[in-house]
């Protein structure tokens, strides 16, 4: 066993680049975040990822049945990893001019990213409250925003509260956003939520936790292979963390990892 010491996520991604072909498997013992950080030097490899969820967000594990239970997650995984087995998952690249990085659940923008910009650059309160701080600030700021969405070619303009693009269904520490995704499909879901009011929005947010908002009325989804988000001033986030500035475009790369310890829940 290696254990990778790291300070920042730049230096925790190249490791992992580096390690990964010599190793029989990356160990990811965390959230979403370090997930998302395992994914970067994974992505289209050989080498298998175990997720050990013990974050504040798991949605990855949830999404594809790792135990709850890291010590369960772990047992899972060396089962996996001495059978010869795991379960292959699609990833997504997003592309701008940034550069790339791949991402495993659900990337959004609009609302959502505007909340996660601001508990970003917050610093104070701490915790939870921050978060809660985030999004008052943001109801009484909220507008339609103008986005151009391509899929798979084809362009058309939405006013919206918020767009998913999902690999899976999970976000934001259980909220089903993207009900009926896949990872293992080949398609990207993509929900998009109209203009809504505060209030229409506040009452709406609990029935993402059941996957049920899709029948609101504000509510569209839709599905394609490549996505491309365009609008002035937006930025977007996947797997908890900051992907980059609008235009994104977001290409869905069937079984392009391999995971231990999956499809135990």
Do not use: K
């Amino acid at each position: 066993m290696q254990v990778l010491p790291t300070t920042d996520r730049s230096t925790a991604e190249r490791s992992v680049r580096e390690v990964a072909p010599d190793v029989d498997a990356v160990v990811a013992l965390g959230g979403d975040g370090v997930a998302h950080v395992a994914v970067q030097g994974l992505a289209g490899g050989g080498t298998p990822l175990a997720v050990l969820p013990a974050g504040t967000g798991n949605d990855l594990a949830l999404a594809l049945g790792v135990p709850a239970d890291p010590l369960a997650a772990a047992d899972a995984a060396a089962a996996d990893l001495l059978a010869g087995r795991g379960r292959r998952t699609d990833l997504v690249r997003s592309s701008s001019d940034g550069g790339e990085r791949w991402w495993a659940t659900v990337l959004c923008c609009g609302f959502d990213s505007a909340v996660s910009d601001r508990v970003d650059r917050l610093r104070w309160p701490r915790g939870r409250r921050r978060y809660d701080l985030a999004i008052a600030v943001e109801l009484a700021r909220l507008r339609p925003r103008r986005v151009r969405l391509t899929l798979d070619g084809r362009t058309d303009e939405h006013d919206v509260t918020l767009v998913a693009v999902g690999n899976t269904g999970w976000y934001g520490g259980g909220l089903r956003i993207c009900p009926d995704a896949d990872p293992a499909d080949g398609w990207l879901d993509v929900t998009v939520v109209g203009p809504v009011s505060r209030r229409e929005l506040v009452r709406t947010r609990p029935r993402l936790a059941a996957g049920t908002h899709t029948s609101h009325p504000a509510v569209r989804v839709l599905r394609a292979r490549e996505v491309e988000l365009d609008a002035v001033g937006l930025s977007t986030w996947a797997d908890g963390e900051p992907v980059g500035p609008l235009p994104q475009r977001c290409t869905v790369v069937p079984a392009a990892l391999t995971v231990l310890g999956a499809g135990r829940r």
